[in-house]
């Protein structure tokens, strides 16, 4: 059974930063691709960056310059720092992982609230 762990969500104020990390366990095969996707209320999941098998990143514009996606393959570990985060930042995340045979397997989400 794979099973996609989040940690690191919190509080945090306008400016600051937070990393958020996503262990994955179980068996998924071979892996597409990566990525976090998140959801403010009354708003729909947005995905907000992506990590390719081969290590290729992409982000949404909302979040291009300010969050980095990462992993450990040693840890099966994926990662997102985020910096200079803002109000707007503020939303459930979600971890996600795409096999090869097209199966999404996500996360339980964790809260990020931005707010002084």
């Known amino acids: 059974q794979v099973q996609l762990v989040e940690s690191g969500g919190g509080l945090v104020q306008p400016g600051g930063s937070l990393r958020l990390s996503c262990v994955a366990s179980?068996?998924?095969?071979?892996?597409?691709?990566m990525g976090w996707d998140r959801q403010a209320p009354g708003k729909q999941r947005e995905r907000v960056a992506v990590?390719?098998?081969?290590?290729?990143?992409s982000y949404a514009e909302s979040a291009e310059g300010r969050f980095t996606i990462s992993r450990d393959n040693a840890k099966n570990t994926m990662y997102l720092q985020m910096n200079s985060q803002k109000p707007e930042d503020t939303a459930v995340y979600y971890c996600?992982?795409?096999?090869?045979?097209?199966?999404?397997?996500w996360g339980q989400g964790t809260q990020v609230t931005v707010s002084s």
């Open positions: 996600l992982v795409v096999s090869d045979m097209g199966t999404t397997y």
């Open positions: 179980g068996s998924i095969g071979s892996i597409n691709y």
């Open positions: 990590i390719q098998i081969g290590g290729r990143t």
